[in-house]
């Protein structure tokens, strides 16, 4: 019993030495996040993704790029955007982008375990994109894929981040709360959407990494040729990912656990790519576009990692780039709590924090349906004896009035008088 309350203590331990190390990194990443989201304008982008070539593409990644980390995020909107005419490669190419060229993944990336992983991350999605592109056609065919699109259409349409008015110079949003207002809702509906797949993030890396050198020295074939590491990594980074259900920021921590015991640099590249899909997302592709071409698609993503995995390790390989000598033990990543810069920037990072949720709380209401946090004086509304309820979409206001006798447990805050602006 003592040896499992030890492993137990040390897993923990480990987990909240590894959430010092990057807190501040996951608060700035999802604040400049957030808003790019709020301020970028979106919708010229959304009416030119149609077609196959090379420019919707492009602009999918920009858009992507543009937008939240967060993998379930990334596949609502994808799918959006799929039933609104893009084509399935562009839909492929923003939900990479989405999940692979994002400020907080890299800059947890470079914390943890070096910049060379921010710059292959990056690079290697647009390696991706691009591989997936040139291939998308030998996996869907255009009948497979409008059969796709037409379940889409029909799949129940799922929610978008709230997004800013695109009238405003960029000088007006610094001042302006609307717009600041914005910015905290998309910075709050990006941690209730990560924050369980970053908290089991770092409890799988305390715990994993209490596994002793044998088992890393076995499962990665750490005496085998540099080739077959190489090759194996890329194969079984992906498999591990999948296992996981871990994914966006929150399987970060994880690889830099796989990283200390020994898994290539290949390996590390193909498990942060695997984040689109593990076990509860491909559930998701089944359920928005049927078996078929959820099973091509997520053919189509696990050959493009596990290729995009060696290529990138091959380029950094012959620039130099891979980290060489002794590897970072496992103490070496998860730190230490000390009075240093981390401290300072920890605590900037929990101002921040507090001060975005704030907003969200003095300007924002409960969406009874869905449960998201609403800007009331933006937010679609419906009165009901006597009270004022507040929808994140039309969607969910209609599922209000359908029978709003489901939702009668949900609390109603005394009406408060919303910013002077105006109702989407």
Same mark, same amino acid.
């Given at each position: ?197 970053? &908290?089991?993030? *770092? ?5 994993? #990494?209490?596994?002793? $050198?044998?088992? /890393?020295? =076995? @499962?990665? +074939? ?76 997520? &053919?189509?993503? *696990? ?5 995009? #995995?060696?290529?990138? $390790?091959?380029? /950094?390989? =012959? @620039?130099? +780039? ?76 209609? &599922? ?25």
């Amino acid at each position: 019993m003592t040896a499992v309350l030890g492993v137990l203590w040390h897993g923990v331990r480990d987990a909240l030495l590894m959430a010092w190390e990057v807190w501040w990194a996951l608060a700035f990443g999802f604040l400049i996040s957030a808003i790019v989201q709020a301020w970028v304008p979106r919708e010229r982008i959304e009416r030119a993704l149609s077609g196959d070539g090379v420019t919707p593409i492009a602009k999918a990644t920009g858009l992507g790029a543009a937008s939240s980390s967060c993998s379930y995020a990334a596949i609502a909107i994808a799918k959006s955007l799929f039933t609104k005419g893009a084509s399935g490669s562009s839909a492929l190419a923003f939900q990479f982008a989405s999940t692979n060229l994002v400020w907080e993944l890299g800059l947890v990336l470079w914390v943890l375990i070096g910049w060379q992983f921010t710059l292959a991350e990056y690079v290697g999605g647009i390696v991706m994109i691009a591989l997936m592109a040139v291939l998308f056609r030998t996996f869907v065919s255009r009948r497979l894929e409008e059969q796709a699109r037409e379940h889409a259409q029909e799949a129940e349409t799922g929610h978008q981040h709230h997004m800013a008015g695109e009238t405003m110079s960029w000088r007006q949003r610094l001042s302006s709360a609307s717009a600041w207002s914005d910015v905290a809702h998309n910075f709050r509906g990006d941690w209730l959407m990560l924050y369980k797949e970053i &908290a089991i993030g *770092f409890l799988l890396a305390g715990f994993v #990494a209490q596994l002793g $050198d044998g088992f /890393f020295n =076995g @499962l990665f +074939l750490t005496g085998s040729p540099h080739a077959v590491q190489v090759i194996w990594g890329a194969f079984i980074g992906p498999i591990i990912a999948v296992l996981s259900f871990v994914c966006s920021v929150g399987n970060v921590p994880l690889a830099a656990v796989l990283w200390s015991g020994g898994i290539s640099f290949a390996g590390v590249m193909a498990f942060i790519f695997a984040d689109l899909i593990i076990v509860p997302i491909l559930i998701v592709y089944r359920k928005y576009y049927g078996n078929r071409y959820a099973l091509r698609i997520t &053919a189509l993503m *696990f050959v493009t990692m596990v290729i995009a #995995a060696l290529i990138i $390790d091959a380029l /950094f390989s =012959g @620039l130099g +780039l891979i980290p060489s000598g002794p590897r970072p033990s496992r103490a070496d990543i998860f730190g230490s709590v000390a009075f240093n810069y981390k401290l300072v920037l920890n605590v900037l990072g929990l101002v921040i924090f507090a001060a975005l949720f704030a907003l969200t709380a003095r300007r924002g209401a409960t969406d009874p349906v869905c449960g998201m946090t609403v800007d009331r004086g933006k937010a679609v509304t419906t009165q009901r004896d006597g009270h004022t309820y507040y929808f994140c979409s039309e969607h969910c206001q209609h &599922a209000f009035k359908a029978d709003p006798d489901q939702y009668r447990h949900v609390d109603v805050p005394p009406d408060r008088p919303p910013a002077a602006h105006a109702h989407h």
